[in-house]
């Protein structure tokens, strides 16, 4: 070993910070310190022995893949020891002195958003660090697996800074000395160690040894590889726990045991959206494993991109393990396995649709939009997912309804599945829009979610039905109870005219046109798709995005057998309060902007209201 003096580095800025939050946590679920550096020492075992598959010149070729944990309460002590991979000097300055694995920087900001630190401490690879919420001081003594490696001392206290020195080690891995606060002492008990190793770490693959026990006291087992009937809901759900640090039970598991090709695996769908999956975390994905040695976590292609919230671990004989990373990326065999792995999921998800409606309701609630993402972006899958999607509608009341049950329930005549795009259902139920619907007792489906708008362009079509949007210009339905009176309320040619001429010049170019409406019953207008244009679905998105928005050129169509619009044809005809119709004008154009959700500052009604008030008010 070549002799160098201790030489003491500074911790990077976003590390003194994580630290200090990290010293001075008051947390009271401190004990997952162990559980980080457990894992942390699973993964310099899993790297070991993937690394003997290729290279037969490591040090200590025939040293057990072990953990042995002692626990000296007296003196206050805690030393993990695993016989991994190891680490240089470099390494150790790049794993645990540098931001370059840590996540910090992400650690920090999600406290910064009301995070709790030790609820995120496994989410962001700063795992390491929790043992500063219990440590005075750490020791890090570690010797690289390569036979010419030299052995190397971490030191550090919490503070600023660590050293660095040459260390007296002959075996390969990693030990890991923890003094404790005073008020920490009890974790080096023997009965504590051994009960956080059961309730956290009790699935890690590799033998953990405690003080002088001769036999491993975690169960180690590749719980994946279990049947389906020696696989117990308590196991599989502490499994998940460990796998996912969750701390509540998943929603459903599914297990997958199949021969062509070769696959074991048990998955996860969790009980609620983390919001991180949401906005693509780039830790989403499944363990991968080959003849149980682990290839690689968060392993994205082993599932599409939309169904990236399903946890758990996939392992597989067909693998090659003698081959590049990169390479098995690319491998046919991937490919099956990945067309296998997501055929059951999406049946999996099917049949919870059937058989237990009111779960896939929470499922759908949780993760719906992440199978309309499917829908949109993966025309492949989508016959397996179309019958998944859900929606609320004008006739479901607070129920979630399916397209089956959609077309399911239409008139023999009906070819078309309607839908109308809005921010919410108790808007969209008194939207002008439906006037017809209602009195036809025709469904609606309600698009309130931003990627609805999507869906009718992806699909096109469902079992024969096309999709046709409430606001279409073009929109022709048979005639219904509002046409039997449009003769005996019918307002004269010549006063309609001077209506909608004086609606155009009022409006301007604010309107593409002004037309008469047969569909209108309860209300005086409504603003309808010129043919051609990107539709609602469009001016919506635009609008929640705020990307140089402009307020869209839309058809206003009036009901001339409304009394509105049929008192101000009066006061045209008799030239009476100018000042009065024009903004009664105004506003009723303002109001289908504004039940259109496409009003860019709703506040600029208010001068338009309090003149009508006025007027309504004027002489008691």
């Known amino acids: 070993m070549t002799t160098t003096a201790p030489e003491t580095k500074q911790f990077q800025a976003e590390i003194r910070q994580l630290l200090d939050i990290l010293v001075h946590s008051l947390y009271t679920d401190r004990e997952i310190f162990l559980r980080e550096l457990i894992s942390n020492a699973s993964d310099a075992l899993h790297r070991m022995k993937f690394a003997m598959l290729t290279d037969s010149s490591v040090l200590d070729p025939d040293a057990e893949l072990k953990i042995h944990i002692t ?8 030393t993990i020891s695993d016989t991994g991979i190891g680490m240089t000097r470099d390494e150790l300055i790049e794993n645990l002195g540098s931001i370059a694995h840590s996540g910090a920087a992400t650690f920090i900001q999600s406290l910064g958003e009301g995070q709790q630190a030790v609820d995120q401490i496994g989410k962001f690879g700063v795992g390491f660090y929790s043992v500063f919420m219990v440590a005075d001081e750490v020791k890090v003594t570690s010797r690289s697996y390569q036979p010419d490696a030299e052995a190397w001392t971490w ?3 919490g503070e600023d800074s660590y050293i660095l020195e040459p260390a007296d080690k002959a075996e390969r891995g990693t030990t890991i000395e923890i003094k404790l606060k005073d008020d920490d002492k009890d974790f080096a008990e023997s009965y504590r160690l051994r009960s956080i190793i059961h309730k956290h770490s009790d699935f890690v693959s590799f033998p953990i040894y405690l003080d002088d026990e001769a036999e491993p006291i975690n169960r180690q087992q590749a719980i994946w590889r279990l049947s389906t009937s020696e ?3 308590e196991a599989a759900n502490d499994y998940y726990r460990q796998l996912t640090f969750a701390f509540t039970d998943p929603m459903t598991r599914i297990q997958v045991n199949t021969d062509i090709p070769q696959i074991r695996a048990l998955l996860f769908i969790p009980a609620a959206l983390d919001q991180g999956l949401f906005n693509v975390k780039q830790d989403f994905g499944l363990r991968l494993y080959s003849h149980q040695i682990r290839i690689q976590d968060h392993y994205k292609d082993l599932l599409p991109k939309y169904l990236r919230f399903v946890e758990g671990v996939v392992d597989s004989d067909d693998i090659p393990l003698n081959v590049s990373r990169e390479f098995v990326q690319a491998s046919p065999t991937m490919a099956r396995i990945k067309k296998a792995i997501t055929g059951r999921v999406l049946s999996a998800l099917s049949k919870m649709a059937d058989k237990e409606p009111e779960q896939y309701g929470t499922f759908w609630q949780e993760f719906g939009a992440f199978l309309k993402e499917g829908v949109i972006n993966e025309s492949g899958d989508q016959d397996k997912l ?8 004008s006739r479901s009341d607070d129920q979630l309804i399916s397209l089956n049950d959609y077309i399911g329930r239409v008139d023999l005549e009906q070819k078309t599945i309607y839908y109308i795009v809005g921010d919410d259902a108790d808007t969209l139920q008194r939207s002008p829009h439906l006037d017809a619907f209602h009195a036809r007792e025709i469904e609606v489906l309600y698009f309130t979610d931003p990627m609805d708008g999507f869906l009718p362009t992806s699909l096109r079509e469902y079992e024969g039905f096309n999709f046709q949007n409430v606001d279409d210009a073009g929109l022709e ?7 039997e009176t449009s003769d005996e309320n019918a307002m004269p040619e010549e006063e309609w005219t001077v209506l909608v001429e004086r609606f155009k010049t009022q409006l301007g170019d604010k309107v593409v046109d002004v037309h008469r409406s047969d569909l209108l019953v309860g209300h005086p207008a409504r603003l309808v798709s010129p043919e051609g244009s990107m539709g609602s679905e469009m001016d919506r998105l635009r609008r929640l995005m705020d990307e140089g928005y402009e307020v869209p050129k839309k058809i206003l169509e009036l009901n001339p057998r409304h009394p509105i619009v049929s008192n101000l044809a009066a006061l045209i005809s008799s030239g009476s309060q100018d000042d009065l119709v024009d903004v009664s004008i105004e506003q009723i154009y ?9 009003h860019p500052n709703p506040a600029d009604m208010v001068e338009h209201i309090q003149k009508l008030m006025e007027a309504a008010t004027r002489g008691g």
Do not use: Y
């Open 386 to 393: 179309t019958p998944l999607l859900r929606f609320h509608s």
């Open 231 to 233: 696989l117990t809901d």
């Open 71 to 78: 626990g000296d309460p007296e003196a206050g002590i805690i």
């Open 590 to 598: 303002e109001n289908g902007l504004l039940l259109e959700g496409l």
């Open 477 to 483: 339905l048979p005639k219904g109870d509002e046409a």
């Open 155 to 157: 030191t550090a206290a």
